[in-house]
C-alpha cells in the first residue's frame, strides 16, 4: 500500500466525495495510486431514504458528503473498507483530515438525536449544528479536549504505557482537559498525577483533531522541575526516563504523540 500522491479527481462540480462509514471503516476506491476516496455523482452505493447524509466543506471544487451504513460493504469491485487509523498511511493528508471530520460529524450526529433539556427530536439547523424542534436549544458538535506533552531531562524524555493502548508501544503522558482548568494546568496535574513529577517551562508544540471519536489533542513541551519517578498503577502498567539509546516502541505517524517524539529524536 503506497501513500497515494495529491490530485484531483474531480472535472465535474456535479461531483461529490463520498464518505461512506460503516463503524470506524470508510469505504475506498482502488486507483492507480493506491486508494483514493469515492468520488461521483451518485453514491456507489444505494442509500436508503432514513440515511443521513451530512454536509462536509468543498475540496477540490466538489462537494463532501458523509454518511454512515449499518452493513460493511463487501464485495463491491473495485472498493475496500478501510479503518480510519489505517487510511492516514494511504490517503494523501487533505483526504484522511476530511474523513477525520466525517467520522466526528457522524459521531455527534447518532448521539444527538434527541434534545438534552426536554427530549424532543434534534434537527439539523446548519451544516454543524442541530435545533430541538420543540424547546428550540441549539446544539453543536462537542470537542472532547485532551493535552499530551513531551516531558524533558537533560538528553532523556519521559516516557509511559498506559493500560488502555491497544499496542507494545510507548507514548507520552497525556489526559483530558477539566472544566474550569487551563491547557497549562492540565499539564501539570496530568503528569503529577500519573508519574509524580513536577514540571516547569510548558511550551505550546501544536494541535491536532483526533477524531476516535471527537478530541482534540494539544501537544506541549515541558522540563523536568523535580520529583521522584512513581507510576499511577491504575492508568499506567510502565512510565520510564528514556533516552536516544534506549527508544522503546513508538505510536504511529498519526498521531501527534509521534510528531513530538519524533521532532525530539531529530534535534
Ligand atoms: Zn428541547
Redesign the pocket.
Known amino acids: 500500500m503506497g501513500k497515494s500522491k495529491r490530485r484531483d479527481y474531480c472535472l465535474n462540480d456535479m461531483k461529490c466525495y463520498w464518505f461512506i462509514f460503516c463503524k470506524d471503516d470508510l469505504l475506498l476506491q482502488h486507483n492507480e495510486y493506491g486508494y483514493a476516496v469515492p468520488c461521483s455523482d451518485t453514491p456507489p452505493v444505494k442509500l436508503a431514504e432514513w440515511h443521513t447524509l451530512i454536509n462536509l466543506p468543498i475540496m477540490d471544487g466538489c462537494q463532501c458528503k458523509a454518511v454512515r451504513v449499518d452493513a460493511p460493504i463487501i464485495n463491491l469491485d473495485g472498493f475496500e473498507m478501510v479503518g480510519l487509523r489505517a487510511s492516514f498511511d494511504v490517503l494523501p493528508k487533505e483526504y484522511y483530515d476530511m474523513a477525520g471530520k466525517a467520522a466526528e460529524l457522524l459521531y455527534w450526529d447518532a448521539s444527538s438525536k434527541f ?1 438534552g ?2 427530549g ?1 427530536p434534534m434537527k439539523f439547523h446548519t451544516d454543524i449544528s442541530k435545533r ?1 424542534t ?2 428550540g ?1 441549539e446544539v453543536w458538535p462537542q470537542l472532547a479536549t485532551a493535552i499530551i506533552v513531551r516531558v524533558e531531562r537533560g538528553d532523556e524524555i519521559l516516557m509511559v504505557r498506559a493500560r488502555n493502548f491497544r499496542g507494545a508501544y510507548y507514548g507520552l503522558v497525556a489526559g483530558f482537559v477539566e472544566t474550569g482548568e487551563t491547557l497549562e494546568q492540565c499539564v501539570e496535574r496530568e503528569v503529577w498525577e500519573e508519574t509524580h513529577i513536577k514540571v516547569k517551562n510548558i511550551r505550546y508544540f501544536g494541535s491536532q483533531p483526533w477524531p476516535y471519536p471527537c478530541g482534540l489533542m494539544v501537544a506541549f513541551v515541558a522540563d523536568y522541575a523535580g520529583g521522584e519517578l512513581r507510576r499511577d498503577a491504575s492508568e499506567l502498567s510502565d512510565a520510564r526516563w528514556v533516552n536516544r539509546n534506549n527508544m522503546p516502541d513508538i505510536p504511529g505517524r498519526a498521531s501527534i504523540a509521534r510528531q513530538l517524539i519524533d521532532d525530539w529524536l531529530e534535534s
Open positions: 434534545c433539556v426536554c424532543g430541538c420543540n424547546c436549544k
